[in-house]
């Protein structure tokens, strides 16, 4: 049934119904604001929803129609109840609305996924158009902590971004990682692109977490954190061993670098030094593609990240990390390390930690 309903009797509360980027107190988007006059006759009927526990008519849809009739001096709009027992069920009849009627974002699914856990099969049953793309960015935008959707809808963080971080990271501690990432990014003024953002996302997807208990003032408290950047700084270690050896051996393995030192009295082994220099060229390219991967080396730096955050000392779990890669790369690539490897072909002989 369709009510006349006055407009101070319809309560606006965009920032709850909307999970749209407004601009304007009354939830306005925009859409309208090139129009000058309210026109009665071509105005939609309002869907609000009788809220309980507040004891009020809250609009769903149609902030722009009622920001347009406010300023058109209308007293009253025609107003449609929608059935529903909680926030949450009105909520996303509202989306649902949105995108029966073809004008469905990414945003309105996404607050329809959060609001009922739906998939997007739900809306393909119900014959609701919206675009795959749509569908997919809904999906992942739904997957965002409350903090970070918010941030979203109210354009403070691009939705592009949004977008990438809930479709790479499902979990809140590691979503919060990366918006600390990125303030650290922003407060040194560096611009990041979106692939940038992907890429990031990505090594704090593969990083560890950690359950710690803090104190509050409402008692002892359980907090999961991201151990990414732990894990960011052994994996920045191990790399600049790895580019260590090769840049050092591939140095003195030239034919005039080792002249001069063997007339200073060294005795340099050319081919050997050539050999290790291209054996750490090989394991750092190696060690690029497997370090995000799931399986040994992966864990190494897992595993390494846990023991930084208890209070290890660096040097101590880089040496240990390293031994655990370095014997590791051969099972990965499906070789094995030492002498006489798959086809008789001879396997490398790296260098031990402590000897970069």
Same mark, same amino acid.
Not at 21 to 40: D, F, K, M, N, P
Not at 161 to 171: F, N, T
Not at 239 to 252: C, I, S, W
Not at 305 to 313: N, T, V
């Given at each position: 049934d ?6 101070e009797?319809?309560h606006?509360d965009?920032?709850r119904?909307?999970?749209?980027? /407004?601009?304007g %107190?009354?939830?306005?988007?925009g859409?309208?604001a090139?129009a000058?006059?309210y ?5 939609d009927?309002?869907?609000v929803?009788?809220?309980?526990? *507040? ?8 902030h722009?129609r009622?920001? =347009?009739?406010a300023?058109s001096?209308?007293?009253s =709009?025609?107003?449609?109840f /929608?059935?529903?027992?909680t ?5 996303a ?6 995108? $029966?009627?073809?004008n ?9 996924f959060?609001d ?8 393909a049953?119900?014959?609701?158009? *919206?675009?795959?793309a ?8 739904a ?19 949004? /977008? ?16 600390h990432?990125?303030?650290? $990014?922003?407060?040194? +003024?560096k ?7 992907q ?7 593969d990083a560890?977490?950690e359950?710690?208990q803090?104190e ?5 408290e ?12 052994l994996?920045?270690a191990?790399?600049?061993?790895l ?12 034919? +005039? ?6 007339r200073?009295?060294?005795v ?11 054996? %750490? ?12 991967l799931?399986?040994p080396?992966?864990?190494? =730096?897992?595993?390494? %990240?846990?023991r930084? %955050?208890?209070?290890e000392?660096? $040097?101590? /779990?880089q ?6 890669i370095?014997?590791?790369i ?13 086809g008789g072909?001879e ?5 031990e930690?402590?000897a970069?």
């Amino acid at each position: 049934d369709v009510f006349e309903a006055p407009l101070e009797q319809i309560h606006l509360d965009p920032e709850r119904y909307q999970y749209k980027i /407004v601009h304007g %107190a009354r939830g306005q988007t925009g859409s309208l604001a090139g129009a000058s006059r309210y026109e009665r006759a071509f105005g939609d009927v309002l869907d609000v929803w009788w809220n309980p526990e *507040m004891q009020r008519i809250d609009l769903l849809n149609g902030h722009n129609r009622y920001d =347009l009739a406010a300023r058109s001096g209308e007293r009253s =709009l025609p107003i449609r109840f /929608v059935e529903a027992e909680t926030v949450e069920q009105a909520r996303a009849f509202g989306a649902l609305k949105n995108i $029966a009627e073809g004008n469905g974002t990414a945003l309105d699914a996404a607050k329809f996924f959060r609001d009922t856990g739906a998939t997007a099969d739900t809306l393909a049953s119900r014959g609701l158009p *919206m675009t795959e793309a749509k569908l997919r960015d809904g999906l992942a935008l739904a997957r965002l902590n409350q903090t970070l959707f918010g941030a979203a809808v109210r354009g403070e963080v691009p939705l592009e971004r949004a /977008v990438i971080i809930g479709s790479i990271l499902p979990e809140p501690a590691q979503q919060f990682a990366l918006m600390h990432e990125l303030d650290r $990014a922003a407060r040194r +003024r560096k611009t990041l692109t979106n692939a940038s953002v992907q890429e990031m996302a990505e090594w704090i997807r593969d990083a560890p977490t950690e359950t710690r208990q803090e104190e509050t003032l409402f008692g002892t408290e359980e907090r999961t954190v991201s151990l990414a950047p732990e894990r960011a700084e052994l994996t920045a270690a191990i790399r600049r061993q790895l580019a260590g050896n090769r840049e050092l051996f591939g140095r003195v393995s030239k034919t +005039r670098a080792a002249a001069n030192l063997a007339r200073a009295g060294n005795v340099i082994d050319i081919q050997r030094s050539q050999a290790i220099s291209q054996e %750490a060229a090989q394991l750092l390219d190696i060690f690029d593609q497997l370090k995000n991967l799931g399986g040994p080396i992966s864990d190494a =730096l897992n595993t390494g %990240a846990r023991r930084l %955050a208890q209070g290890e000392s660096l $040097a101590r /779990v880089q040496s240990d990390s390293f031994t655990q890669i370095r014997d590791a790369i051969p099972e990965v690539i499906g070789t094995r390390l030492g002498r006489g490897g798959p086809g008789g072909i001879e396997q490398p002989t790296l260098l031990e930690p402590s000897a970069t």
